[in-house]
Structure formats: C-alpha cells, structure tokens
C-alpha cells in the first residue's frame, strides 16, 4: 500500500430516487401518516447531487476514536444540533433498538404481516437480494401504485413500504445502493408510535458508522445520509465549497439552504485546502437566523452514546465546544461505546438524558 494515493469513494446517494415516488394530492392519506411521523421533511430536503472529492477529503480526517474530524486548528463534528437545524427530524425520543439481526424467516414473516405481501413475494425477494433486505425498486413497484381509493389495509401496507424505503433512501443508505435492511420495517408496525423515536440520532450513529468505516484504505464506497454530512460541510465552510439558494426562508430545513454541485476540484485539490483552515474560515455558529423558527435543541448538549440498532457510537460535544459558542477547553479522553448485548443500559442512559448533559462545570 506504501506510495499509493486512494481515490476519491464512490458515494451511496439516492437523492434522485425519491423522486421516483412521490406522495401527491393522489395519496394524501399516506402524507398525512407520514408527515406525523416527524419524517416528512425527508422528502423533499435530500441532495440529488452529492460531490466525491468534498466528501472524501472530509472523510479522510474522521477520526473514529473521538468521532470527530480532526482539522488543522482543531476537532470539530456533526452534532444533534446540526441534524435538527439540518434536517428538521425528531432528536429526542425513543432510542431505536433492535435486540438482534434477523434471520431470512424472520424477514419474510414480517414482509407478510407488514406489507401483505405472499411468502412466495417475501422469499422471492429476500433470496434475490441474497441479505435481509428487499430492493428499492421492489417496494415502489408493489406500492407506489396506492392511491386514497385503495382499501384501509393497502394504504396502511403502502405507508409502511414509503417509510421503509424513505428512511432506506436516505438516513440508513447502505453501501449495496439498491436496498434497505427490513429490519427497519419493525419500527413502522405501529404507525401511530413512527413519531416517537429519535430518528435523528439513530442517523447521526448510522453516519458516524459509515464514515469510521470508510477511513479504512480498502473500503471504496460511503453509505449513510450523505446530504446531511454535505450540508454540514456547506454550513460550516461557506467560502469554500457552497452556493446559497436565494429563495430559501428560515422556516425549511437547513439542506434547502444550499444549490449543491459537483465542485471541479480534485480529491488532493481539496486536502491541500482543508490543509490551509483555519479557526477564522470556520462558520461556528450558523444557525443563528434559523432559531427563531428552530430552536437550539438542549439535548445536543448530552454526552454518552447513541445508537442505530446494533450500531452504537460515542457523541462528544465537550470536544466541539466552538461549536456552541464556547471555548474549547482540554477534553477528557474519549470513552469506549457499550456493546450491543448491554445497550439496555444504553436506553435506559438516553432516556434520562437531563441527566448526561454538559454542565459550567463538566
């Protein structure tokens, strides 16, 4: 490996499928379920266009110790604040938990109960995506079709496959880029409780994840919900990288904010300009005008672990304290995340979140 220089990853973006399915005057019974869920502004904030050197060069200073970027004048990261400003989705609530993976029974079981679909469909479908999964293109064309005139149960069966493959498309893309793990179909069963979980830190986790995985010189690709790492980056360095959409109010989601494009830079064009940051580049604060509408999020401030499911990662503002508007002082040194099997001790730690947060005297 010594003397070869990587290439730019190959990035897991499906900004421009959820345009494929859209919810319309048509299907305003699924919008209305939907837009409960605190995940409607999923649908229209997602980057069709993510860029390849911007985010590789990002990617290469992540740190997965400290889950932070590690910048010539300092560490700095993707906080709850960012999520709730960014994406307008729910950071506080339920932690989402899945007590173990499921076994290819187990997803045909559940692709019937929740979907309606035949276990001939369900099996079907799980042995040509040979994982626990079903293909994005296999939900929307079994039911994108719904309308408001469909019946009660396939408009409940519908909304399910929209969320699954809304959350799929964007907050837990993974790196086969054509399907989502239906273990997530779980948290939908219920779809009055959809709005209850804290999507915006099992996100957070996700991404983290996928950006500690993708430090490995082998890995070529980057799942997770690339806008939210690329608006991040335009926030945060607006000189650099950006183009505001002047038509933007404070009232949307943050993503909106910004006219993505593939900047015509190369990968080491763009390492030899985060080489040259400094603290006075850096937007710390960009939110401002947007807290009127948005307030600040106090539990941005607490400090532990959050979790996707069986993926669990430490969130450490007192490293990013700049961000908030602070000093930032010598941190303590990183803690180590729970094992999945003691992440009981986990929820039980977020749920008392008051409890864990950054203090004058932490």
């Known amino acids: 490996m010594v003397g070869r220089d990587r290439a730019p990853l190959k990035l897991v973006n499906h900004g421009a499928k959820l345009q494929l399915w859209e919810l319309d005057t048509e299907r305003s019974r699924i919008y209305e379920t939907v837009h409960r869920s605190g995940l409607a502004p999923l649908t229209s904030c997602s980057h069709r266009v993510a860029s390849r050197p911007m985010l590789s060069a990002f990617c290469e200073r992540w740190q997965p110790e400290t889950t932070t970027f590690h910048l010539p004048f300092g ?94 498309c964007n907050l837990f893309a993974d790196k086969s880029a054509t399907s989502v793990a239906v273990v997530y179909l779980e948290l939908f069963q219920d779809l009055s409780m959809v709005g209850s979980y804290a999507w915006g830190a099992a996100c957070l986790a996700y991404l983290y994840r996928q950006l500690t995985t993708a430090t490995r010189f082998e890995v070529r690709q980057l799942g997770g919900y690339l806008t939210l790492l690329q608006a991040w980056i335009y926030e945060h360095f607006p000189e650099m990288f950006s183009s505001l959409d002047l038509s933007y109010t404070e009232s949307r989601p943050r993503a909106l904010r910004w006219r993505p494009h593939v900047i015509p830079d190369s990968l080491q064009s763009v390492r030899e300009r985060l080489d ?87």
């Open 276 to 362: 040259r940051l400094q603290s006075s580049d850096v937007c710390w604060e960009p939110y401002v005008d947007h807290r009127a509408e948005h307030p600040f999020p106090d539990i941005a401030w607490y400090s532990g672990c959050i979790r996707c499911g069986l993926v669990i990662e430490p969130y450490h503002p007192e490293r990013v304290l700049r961000q908030f508007g602070y000093i930032q002082t010598i941190p303590p040194r990183p803690f180590t995340p729970l094992r999945p099997d003691r992440s009981i001790l986990l929820d039980q730690y977020w749920e008392r979140w008051t409890d864990h947060v950054l203090t004058d005297q932490s």
């Open 75 to 168: 560490e700095m990261t993707i906080t709850l604040d960012d999520v709730a400003s960014i994406l307008h989705i729910p950071v506080t609530g339920s932690m989402i938990s899945f007590s173990q993976p499921l076994r290819v029974d187990d997803v045909n079981a559940l692709l019937v109960k929740l979907l309606g679909t035949t276990d001939v469909e369900a099996s079907r479908e799980t042995e040509q995506c040979r994982s626990p999964s079903v293909r994005l293109l296999w939900l929307r064309d079994h039911f994108s079709a719904i309308t408001d005139v469909s019946s009660d149960d396939d408009i409940e069966f519908a909304t399910r496959a929209f969320l699954l493959h809304l959350v799929g």
